[in-house]
């Protein structure tokens, strides 16, 4: 099956530092989304990109979507305490005829901010 | 605006005993998704439903698992003789018709069911 590999796995930044993570895959996706889990929540989406090569901002988060669409990335700029979480990419690959739209998600990279 | 809602939020159950989780999606989406993730691990796809359709189930083990979406009331992922592997959080994720038409995939998700077997 489909795997996407997220790096780094866990991160411990300094409060106001930016912050870069990202995913690659071998299979190509139609669409790479961000989300945010807090412990004990469900993931909040962040950021969507639906084309290749497209760069998408939401407040301090940008994201981009690779140009061989196989690879996105997140930063993060100027990183307060209510970062701390753990953001997943996730991947969408949509299989024609069958109709199916199930994400596959990375493991997850484990933000920690020290004030 | 109510997001996705799930119930209950913590689920314990003996070994042999069955599980069922609901998710009411978001006004107005009529696609919806449930996913398992186990502890420090990311989210992975189980079954897909429309309104009285399983779209598709390729995630789901075949056997004690079934999903469902009625014409009325929330969707049900039921579990039969849970086993202590079962323990997982289950999420519901849902999504408006027009993204899928559109092909954009957004998912949206609910707080999720923490299930415990002992």
């Known amino acids: 099956g489909q795997q996407l590999n997220q790096s780094p796995q866990s991160m411990f930044i300094q409060e106001g530092e930016d912050v870069s993570m990202n995913c690659t895959s071998s299979?190509?996706?139609?669409?790479w989304l961000w989300y945010k889990q807090d412990p004990g929540e469900g993931p909040v989406l962040l950021i969507a990109l639906y084309k290749a090569g497209e760069l998408t901002s939401n407040g301090r988060l940008t994201a981009q979507f690779g140009i061989t669409r196989k690879d996105s990335f997140l930063n993060i700029s100027a990183s307060i305490p209510s970062d701390v979480g753990i953001y997943f990419c996730a991947g969408l690959r949509i299989y024609s005829g069958a109709g199916s739209y199930q994400l596959t998600f990375g493991k997850g990279t484990k933000l920690s901010v020290i004030p | 605006n109510a997001g996705v809602m799930q119930n209950p939020r913590h689920l314990v159950r003996r070994r042999g005993q069955e599980a069922r989780l609901r998710c009411s999606p978001m006004k107005g989406h009529s696609h919806v998704y449930w996913y398992r993730q186990l502890p420090e691990e990311g989210l992975k796809f189980m079954v897909y439903?429309?309104?009285?359709?399983?779209?598709?189930e390729s995630g789901m083990p075949k056997e004690r698992f079934s999903a469902e979406f009625p014409k009325e009331g929330p969707s049900i992922l039921r579990i039969q003789q849970v086993v202590r592997g079962d323990s997982a959080a289950y999420f519901c994720a849902s999504s408006p018709w027009r993204v899928q038409r559109e092909g954009r995939g957004e998912q949206f998700f609910g707080p999720g069911t923490r299930l415990t077997v002992l």
């Open positions: 299979s190509i996706f139609n669409t």
């Open positions: 439903l429309q309104k009285e359709n399983i779209i598709d």
